[in-house]
């Protein structure tokens, strides 16, 4: 191991000595002002800021040491480190995370850095020169154009869609619904491919690239995958250019080398000044941006472009903190909830995605499965033995992104502070050649990471497994008879009751309303369905009455008012709805049901026999929608104007001082 480690001789196969001359440590400025682009927009807004700040703090500490020290090889270990802890965490978010949105996305991206950065770890281990620049460019380049693909296209109405619609979120067809089991295992399976091209190592990582790519095949059919399909494609698309860029700048000389790092620097500046104008612009309400409805009812800014464009360039920044809070998502249809998605108040194990659990265990299960495989002949080379040795117990470490994922402000700044730590200690001990500095940080290294495997067991017990039981209680109930759905709805109901007795909070208060409305849909009589809409309603509307900002409750309590034809309360929160609905894509769903709203209390009046009132409401609706253009409102559009017109042809009329303002934004 002495051996191994001394002058750096694990990452780079040359001796130590002199750094390497300015211009190769300035490829790293645009990481910093990127990195700095991002705080200064974003770090108040967002705690999962948090990580990103660290890892840039960490890692001008880690340049600075390895100036200092003469190492270029502490700064490899500081960037394996991330990459583990970046990699693990994706990977358990596939087995934990309910939006599989967030889970596809951020594993495509993250996977094509990890791809990457073992193409320039090969690169550098075969004592290729100028490591800097190569590992800046192909990492940069691969992220910058994943990320640009992946959000340039969804900036005018944000990122989430219907999943009914089945149609792809990016507008690069990269990545699509609920496929990124196969996302990972395909860009993981060209990440591994690196490798390959390393003599010593061939044999085995060829073994490991067939098992993968078989894995990914298998997955792809498994999920039925198209966008899938597409990934794989794409992933390996990516990779041949990385390999033919790679060989390119390997063989030109001097300038050349110069110019491809200024170029490259210039990329990354355009891209963080990009995102922050589009930042800029949404603050000041310019454009609509990404933004989402955040905690308070206001629009948050448009973090999604300045954390992954600005963020993209070192690939262990997506591993943030926690889930982004208070996002707007489409939960499944599994309770029989209302038929309006709920704006989600910071939880993160509301629901399960349909291949998440399986999915994920399945990359973790493969992955183990080519650690394995490649174990014994690591170890007994010396370039790479003490790199997975570390990079293992490393991944282990993630386990500490969990515990920040679902506990309190404290606990979060604890796990950071015990994972930033974690880090640097198996940075040093990787690129120490001084036996105390290894022991020292070797035992603050495996201490931090014997806590954190700790916490993740607890968590794994008291939150895990009752994830994955309710997932399987949820396919049962879409299985189960009317009867039977009932019983279950009921247990459950007497457990959400008692919570909201003892703590009457947005969760629990939304809850209770989902299950009266699931209750209400397998009634046996029509009294009984009112019964329950009408306890659905006063659960909605309590919970409404406390958080008055949160439009799907408003939009769900006025759809269990309707069916109760307590038209006058309902309309109140449809306007509340369409009141707070500030965010593009949910202001025009408040303004379709609200004009729903309109047509049904309409008929209804029409049916009462007093069709002059019955069409002044019809007439808000139609006014209402009358600018709308989208496919979406062009049903409710055509039987609103039949309806009128068949009252007008029946001689009937409304008197306009009689009708309502219609109201707009």
């Given at each position: 191991?002495?051996?191994?480690?001394?002058?750096?001789?694990?990452?780079?196969?040359?001796?130590?000595?002199r750094v390497g001359k300015l211009w190769q440590w300035l490829v790293l400025l645009p990481f910093f002002t990127a990195y700095a682009l991002a705080l200064v927009f974003a770090t108040w807004d967002r705690l999962e800021m948090m990580v990103p700040a660290q890892l840039m703090m960490g890692?001008?500490?880690?340049?600075?040491?390895?100036?200092?020290?003469?190492?270029?090889?502490?700064?490899?270990?500081?960037?394996?480190?991330?990459?583990?802890?970046?990699?693990?965490?994706?990977?358990?978010?596939?087995?934990?995370?309910?939006?599989?949105?967030?889970?596809?996305?951020?594993?495509?991206?993250?996977?094509?850095?990890?791809?990457?950065?073992?193409?320039?770890?090969?690169?550098?281990?075969?004592?290729?020169?100028?490591?800097?620049?190569?590992?800046?460019?192909?990492?940069?380049?691969?992220?910058?154009?994943?990320?640009?693909?992946?959000?340039?296209?969804?900036?005018?109405?944000?990122?989430?869609?219907?999943?009914?619609?089945?149609?792809?979120?990016?507008?690069?067809?990269?990545?699509?619904?609920?496929?990124?089991?196969?996302?990972?295992?395909?860009m993981i399976a060209c990440g591994m491919l690196g490798f390959v091209f390393h003599g010593k190592h061939g044999k085995v990582f060829r073994v490991c690239v067939v098992v993968l790519i078989a894995a990914a095949v298998a997955g792809l059919i498994w999920t039925k995958s198209r966008g899938?399909?597409?990934?794989?494609?794409?992933?390996?698309?990516?990779?041949?250019?990385?390999?033919?860029?790679?060989?390119?700048?390997?063989?030109?000389?001097?300038?050349w080398k110069v110019v491809a790092a200024v170029l490259l620097g210039a990329c990354i500046l355009v891209g963080a000044l990009v995102a922050a104008a589009s930042n800029f612009a949404v603050r000041r309400g310019y454009a609509d941006g990404a933004g989402f409805l955040h905690d308070n009812?206001?629009?948050?800014?448009?973090?999604?472009?300045?954390?992954?464009?600005?963020?993209?360039?070192?690939?262990?920044?997506?591993?943030?903190?926690?889930?982004?809070?208070?996002?707007?998502?489409?939960?499944?249809?599994?309770?029989?909830?209302?038929?309006?998605?709920?704006?989600?108040?910071?939880?993160?194990?509301?629901?399960?995605?349909?291949?998440?659990?399986?999915?994920?265990?399945?990359?973790?299960?493969?992955?183990?499965?080519?650690?394995?495989?490649?174990?014994?002949?690591?170890?007994?080379?010396?370039?790479?033995?003490?790199?997975?040795?570390?990079?293992?117990?490393?991944?282990?470490?993630?386990?500490?992104?969990?515990?920040?994922?679902?506990?309190?402000?404290?606990?979060?700044?604890?796990?950071?502070?015990?994972?930033?730590?974690?880090?640097?200690?198996?940075?040093?001990?990787?690129?120490?050649?001084?036996?105390?500095?290894?022991?020292?940080?070797?035992?603050?290294?495996?201490?931090?990471?014997?806590?954190?495997?700790?916490?993740?067991?607890?968590?794994?017990?008291?939150?895990?497994?009752?994830?994955?039981?309710?997932?399987?209680?949820?396919?049962?109930?879409?299985?189960?008879?009317?009867?039977?759905?009932?019983?279950?709805?009921?247990?459950?109901?007497?457990?959400?009751?008692?919570?909201?007795?003892?703590?009457?909070?947005?969760?629990?208060?939304?809850?209770?309303?989902?299950?009266?409305?699931?209750?209400?849909?397998?009634?046996?009589?029509?009294?009984?369905?009112?019964?329950?809409?009408?306890?659905?309603?006063?659960?909605?509307?309590?919970?409404?009455?406390?958080?008055?900002?949160?439009?799907?409750?408003?939009?769900?309590?006025?759809?269990?008012?309707?069916?109760?034809?307590?038209?006058?309360?309902?309309?109140?929160?449809?306007?509340?709805?369409?009141?707070?609905?500030?965010?593009?894509?949910?202001?025009?769903?408040?303004?379709?049901?609200?004009?729903?709203?309109?047509?049904?209390?309409?008929?209804?009046?029409?049916?009462?026999?007093?069709?002059?009132?019955?069409?002044?409401?019809?007439?808000?609706?139609?006014?209402?929608?009358?600018?709308?253009?989208?496919?979406?409102?062009?049903?409710?559009?055509?039987?609103?104007?039949?309806?009128?017109?068949?009252?007008?042809?029946?001689?009937?009329?409304?008197?306009?001082?009689?009708?309502?303002?219609?109201?707009?934004?």
């Amino acid at each position: 191991m002495e051996t191994h480690l001394q002058e750096g001789r694990v990452a780079s196969g040359e001796a130590g000595g002199r750094v390497g001359k300015l211009w190769q440590w300035l490829v790293l400025l645009p990481f910093f002002t990127a990195y700095a682009l991002a705080l200064v927009f974003a770090t108040w807004d967002r705690l999962e800021m948090m990580v990103p700040a660290q890892l840039m703090m960490g890692l001008a500490l880690i340049v600075l040491v390895a100036l200092v020290w003469k190492r270029r090889s502490i700064v490899f270990g500081y960037f394996d480190a991330w990459l583990c802890l970046g990699a693990l965490y994706f990977i358990m978010r596939a087995l934990f995370s309910p939006v599989a949105y967030y889970g596809n996305v951020d594993a495509g991206i993250i996977a094509m850095g990890i791809s990457c950065w073992l193409l320039a770890r090969n690169v550098w281990a075969t004592n290729t020169k100028y490591p800097w620049v190569l590992l800046a460019i192909v990492m940069v380049a691969a992220h910058m154009a994943a990320a640009y693909y992946q959000y340039s296209g969804n900036m005018q109405w944000g990122l989430l869609r219907h999943r009914s619609s089945q149609a792809s979120i990016s507008i690069s067809g990269l990545y699509g619904h609920y496929n990124y089991l196969a996302n990972y295992l395909a860009m993981i399976a060209c990440g591994m491919l690196g490798f390959v091209f390393h003599g010593k190592h061939g044999k085995v990582f060829r073994v490991c690239v067939v098992v993968l790519i078989a894995a990914a095949v298998a997955g792809l059919i498994w999920t039925k995958s198209r966008g899938g399909l597409v990934a794989l494609g794409a992933g390996c698309f990516s990779y041949m250019l990385a390999v033919v860029f790679l060989i390119t700048v390997k063989k030109s000389k001097g300038r050349w080398k110069v110019v491809a790092a200024v170029l490259l620097g210039a990329c990354i500046l355009v891209g963080a000044l990009v995102a922050a104008a589009s930042n800029f612009a949404v603050r000041r309400g310019y454009a609509d941006g990404a933004g989402f409805l955040h905690d308070n009812g206001r629009k948050n800014n448009s973090i999604m472009a300045v954390d992954q464009i600005v963020n993209g360039p070192l690939i262990g920044a997506g591993a943030r903190s926690y889930e982004w809070m208070s996002h707007q998502y489409w939960l499944d249809d599994i309770w029989g909830k209302a038929p309006i998605p709920n704006y989600v108040h910071n939880e993160y194990l509301q629901s399960m995605t349909d291949y998440g659990p399986i999915g994920g265990l399945f990359v973790f299960v493969t992955l183990l499965a080519a650690i394995a495989l490649s174990w014994r002949t690591l170890l007994t080379e010396r370039d790479l033995s003490d790199t997975v040795a570390y990079n293992l117990a490393g991944m282990a470490a993630c386990a500490a992104f969990l515990v920040q994922c679902f506990f309190s402000f404290p606990a979060h700044v604890l796990a950071n502070t015990l994972t930033f730590v974690l880090v640097l200690s198996f940075a040093i001990y990787r690129s120490s050649t001084v036996a105390r500095h290894r022991s020292l940080a070797g035992l603050a290294g495996f201490s931090l990471l014997a806590m954190s495997l700790a916490g993740f067991l607890v968590y794994a017990a008291v939150m895990g497994a009752p994830t994955f039981l309710d997932r399987f209680e949820q396919v049962a109930y879409q299985r189960s008879t009317p009867e039977i759905k009932r019983q279950m709805l009921d247990t459950r109901l007497a457990k959400v009751t008692k919570l909201t007795e003892w703590r009457a909070d947005f969760k629990n208060l939304r809850r209770k309303g989902e299950l009266h409305w699931a209750k209400a849909m397998v009634a046996e009589d029509e009294e009984l369905q009112r019964a329950q809409l009408a306890q659905a309603a006063d659960a909605y509307q309590s919970a409404s009455e406390k958080y008055p900002w949160e439009p799907s409750l408003h939009v769900n309590a006025g759809l269990a008012l309707d069916r109760l034809y307590r038209f006058d309360e309902a309309e109140q929160h449809f306007l509340a709805a369409f009141k707070y609905g500030e965010r593009a894509d949910y202001w025009i769903k408040s303004k379709w049901n609200l004009a729903n709203h309109y047509y049904l209390r309409g008929r209804y009046l029409w049916l009462k026999r007093k069709p002059e009132k019955g069409l002044g409401y019809l007439l808000l609706a139609d006014d209402l929608l009358d600018d709308e253009k989208k496919v979406s409102f062009r049903g409710l559009k055509n039987q609103i104007r039949e309806n009128i017109e068949f009252l007008e042809n029946a001689g009937i009329s409304v008197d306009p001082a009689e009708q309502e303002a219609v109201p707009s934004r």
